[in-house]
């Protein structure tokens, strides 16, 4: 074995002792939560009930940084360049984090590669929700009036490699039909213009539509999860309204950029199960419709195996998609 100068074995020495104590410091600042879409959607309103608590494990304020653009790729490149010591975090999703690269051949990121994992923050199905007064009463009828419209209906989606992108695509690729896409920052301005009729239809995740469809202001047609929402119950499955092809159920996900010290990811992943176990956090969650993890799907390493899976899951998905 070659011999260690012993430079080489103070300079070890130094870094063994700096480590851990950096993490015994950490959060020396605020922390930023990089939620890659507009306000009110989705994954901020994930992020902010998750990081309203983790501030107060660990001491610092948890602020939110709305960084829109390109279906949740921009914030995410954001989080990517950031200084690696765990100040800032990004609240990904099944988009970001797994179909995007499959969409933009040169994204400036991978989602496998360039990120350490800090944990999954919660499950969340995906609902098909209309205007209200579209002229379909369920899912068999709106599927009539897409295919009569088919690129005179108008799509709301977040941005391409979106959730709403990805899970809208497979419901067009089941029809058959091209729909005119509009593109938001977000699904909270996205559903915005679906309740003030502007657009007919989305596929989105359940966590901002609950109030909205029990208020009457949008309908939701069906979800796509083998069991109906608790949140929902008189919304039924995809199965139960006749499209069982529809099957989708997104996620939201904190990452941190490659290279934090793993004593501050842990720090953040311990800030985030506590969060998890909180009864105030666990009912606001729940209200939305979302899905909690359990202790083994949380954590650093259920996250990597996640997004390694639903990577693979995509890959042949969107291989090949052009984008209209
Ligand atoms: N739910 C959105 C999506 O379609 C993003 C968001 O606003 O959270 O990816």
Request: aromatic share 4%.
């Amino acid at each position: 074995m070659k011999k260690l100068t012993f430079s080489a074995i103070a300079a070890l020495a130094v870094a063994a002792v700096i480590a851990p104590a950096a993490a015994q410091d950490f959060p020396k600042n605020n922390i930023t939560m990089v939620v890659p879409f507009a306000a009110g959607g989705p994954t901020d309103i994930v992020g902010r009930i998750v990081g309203e608590h983790m501030s107060k494990t660990l001491g610092k304020p948890v602020i939110i940084e709305n960084v829109v653009g390109a279906g949740g790729t921009t914030g995410s490149i954001r989080a990517m360049r950031a200084q690696n010591d765990g100040h800032t975090i990004v609240m990904g999703h099944m988009g970001t984090h797994a179909a995007a690269p499959f969409l933009y051949p040169n994204l400036a990121y991978k989602p496998d590669a360039d990120f350490e994992t800090i944990g999954l923050a919660a499950g969340t199905p995906v609902l098909i929700v209309t205007r209200k007064d579209i002229p379909a009463k369920d899912l068999k009828e709106f599927v009539v009036w897409a295919k009569e419209k088919n690129d005179k209906a108008n799509m709301a989606h977040a941005g391409v490699g979106s959730v709403s992108f990805t899970t809208c695509l497979l419901l067009n690729s089941i029809l058959g039909t091209k729909p005119t896409q509009i593109p938001f920052n977000g699904t909270g301005p996205a559903l915005n213009a679906l309740v003030g009729s502007q657009v007919d239809y989305m596929c989105d995740q359940v966590v901002n539509l609950v109030p909205h469809v029990t208020g009457g202001t949008i309908k939701a047609l069906a979800v796509g999860t083998p069991e109906r929402n608790p949140a929902l119950p008189d919304v039924p499955t995809s199965k139960e309204a006749g499209l069982p092809a529809f099957q989708a159920v997104a996620w939201n996900a904190l990452f941190a950029p490659k290279g934090t010290p793993k004593a501050v990811v842990d720090k953040l992943a311990d800030a985030l199960d506590k969060a998890l176990d909180d009864p105030a956090v666990r009912k606001r969650l729940l209200d939305l419709g979302s899905d909690i993890p359990d202790k083994k799907g949380r954590g650093p390493a259920a996250l990597t195996a996640l997004v390694k899976s639903e990577m693979e899951r995509w890959a042949p998905v969107l291989k090949g998609t052009t984008i209209n």
